[in-house]
């Protein structure tokens, strides 16, 4: 067994019940433990988040410069332009607009507090030909 091992991502915030149903939604979770301060989530495939009261959280300002990234999550998605309206349909925001036609590859975006994220496409498994 490992000395240590993956416990859970914590992140700050003014409403960590406002913002444990946008990740509870989007990732099809459930609440695993709820306090005053704190609520924790659980996504099928094992993921655990937190989210911590902090009155004074300030969401970090990426991709301006002016402020740190501070942490990034990603997420692993099939189809990236239902991924992206579903963010938005929850109360999160796009951060980078591509431009040009084509699929990307990832995009940015970030919950209602302003937490930023990425929105990465699976890569395709298909065999390989000749």
Known sequence: MPLVTAGVVVLDCAEPEKLAVFY???LQA??????ANLVEIKSA??????F????????P????PENSL???LDFLVEDLDAAERKVVELGGRPLEAKEGPGPY????????????FTLRRTRQTAPKQG
Do not use: V
Request: hydrophobic share 25%.
């Open 70 to 72: 501070q942490a990034h």
């Open 45 to 50: 495939d094992g993921l655990r988040l937190a």
């Open 105 to 116: 590859e990832e995009r940015g975006c970030s919950d209602p507090a302003g937490h930023t």
């Open 30 to 35: 459930e609440e695993t433990d709820a306090g």
């Open 52 to 59: 911590r009261r902090d009155a004074n959280a300030t969401p």
């Open 61 to 64: 300002s990426w991709p301006r």
């Open 24 to 26: 509870k939604e989007l």
